[in-house]
């Protein structure tokens, strides 16, 4: 498991004001998501499945992002090319092994929900936004679960 406050202040935090995309609802919605993705950063590949990083995107939805949103946003791939050297797709497994990238790519995976983020002091609310949109109801994130997750994490 990281250490969260390291994570959040020298990863998540630069990522996102890197992509313009930074409030704290945004990066507690990040460090919500890595608690119970990874379980803080201790699995960097599913183990009995494709998700990948600390966030566990699984191939298909880094490809969709890809391909359906990155591509036909100008302005999010002049971001990438300057703030993260990034010119075309990079491989999936970029998200292992980079964090300020596997952190741009949920984050921008984020940011094309309409529905306002949580606000960060709102553990139900981050709950909510977490399972609906990034879980869903397919995965199997459980609601006490995850808060112990976040919690621990947070604490780390």
């Not at 092994?97 to 002091?121: C, E, N, Q, V």
């Amino acid at each position: 498991m990281f250490n969260c406050e390291q994570l959040r202040t020298l990863i998540i935090r630069p990522a996102l004001k890197d992509l313009l995309l930074h409030t704290e609802d945004a990066e507690e919605l990040m460090i919500f998501t890595c608690a119970n993705e990874s379980l803080g950063g201790t699995y960097l590949k599913q183990v009995k499945g494709p998700a990948l990083g600390i966030y566990q995107m699984e191939p298909e939805t880094y490809n969709d992002l890809w391909q359906n949103h990155i591509k036909k946003k100008t302005s999010i791939l002049l971001i990438l090319l300057h703030a993260f050297n990034i010119i075309n797709m990079p491989e999936e497994d970029r998200l292992i092994y980079d964090l300020r990238y596997a952190t741009a790519m949920t984050r921008i995976y984020y940011s094309r929900i309409p529905t306002p983020l949580p606000k960060a002091i709102d553990l139900d609310g981050l709950w909510n936004y977490y399972k609906t949109y990034y879980n869903t109801s397919l995965g199997k994130a459980d609601y006490h679960q995850a808060l112990e997750n976040y919690q621990r994490f947070i604490k780390s």
